[in-house]
């Protein structure tokens, strides 16, 4: 993963400074966001119980993490079929 995080923080480094987005995917796609971390961004990534998603981009730095909240909706919903 450290490679991966070079290799991310590299391409923004070789944009012009007001290019910069410091979010992006490297190696094609891996997901990066080194942005300021915001509560908007944890909520739609990490508890987003209505998305179809189960896994989203960190909400900071390189790769994915677990969408909770669609975890634990999906549970609920097999506990109600049984």
């Known amino acids: 993963m450290a490679g991966l995080t070079v290799a991310a923080v590299a391409k923004e480094l070789r944009k012009e400074p007001d290019e910069r987005t410091w979010n992006g995917q490297v190696a094609g796609f891996v997901p990066y966001d080194f942005r300021m971390p915001t509560l908007e961004r944890v909520k739609e990534r990490m508890w987003d119980p209505e998305g179809d998603h189960l896994i989203s981009p960190h909400v900071f730095g ?21």
Not at 62 to 82: M, S
Request: proline letters at 0%; charged letters at 25%; zero cysteines.
């Open 62 to 82: 390189v790769g994915w993490t677990v969408n909770l909240g669609r975890v634990v909706a999906l549970a609920k919903r097999r506990g109600d079929a049984h």
